[in-house]
């Protein structure tokens, strides 16, 4: 359930217990943070959308990597052409910093 349904229902959101937890591999998080990421230029439809949708998310850099993430003022996607699912994944990704806000 996304997490602002859970606020407005006042149902507590559920952590699997560390046990069941995919194990993270600091192996992995060393190569992809030690390798460059390259910059993607992205439409510029896409970037004020983007921009326009989270006013308070500052996005200065975006940059070519693996998967979809937000870190700091960097924005990192798969391809400059988003699929509906990445597209999906990336509001996700937005509301998701939004709501920490």
């Known amino acids: 359930m996304h997490p602002r349904y859970a606020a407005i229902f006042g149902i507590e959101n559920l952590e ?26 992205l439409s510029k439809q896409l970037l004020s959308d983007i ?29 400059s052409q988003l699929s509906a699912s990445d597209k999906r994944a990336l509001w996700a990704l937005m509301s998701t910093h939004l709501d920490k806000l």
């Open 16 to 41: 699997l217990n560390q046990h069941y937890r995919p194990k993270n591999t600091d192996s992995t998080l060393a190569v992809s943070q030690s390798t460059p990421a390259e910059p993607l230029a």
């Open 51 to 79: 921009r326009f949708s989270a006013p308070s998310l500052t996005i200065n850099h975006v940059l070519k990597g693996a998967d979809i993430q937000l870190a700091d003022d960097k924005l990192t996607l798969p391809t």
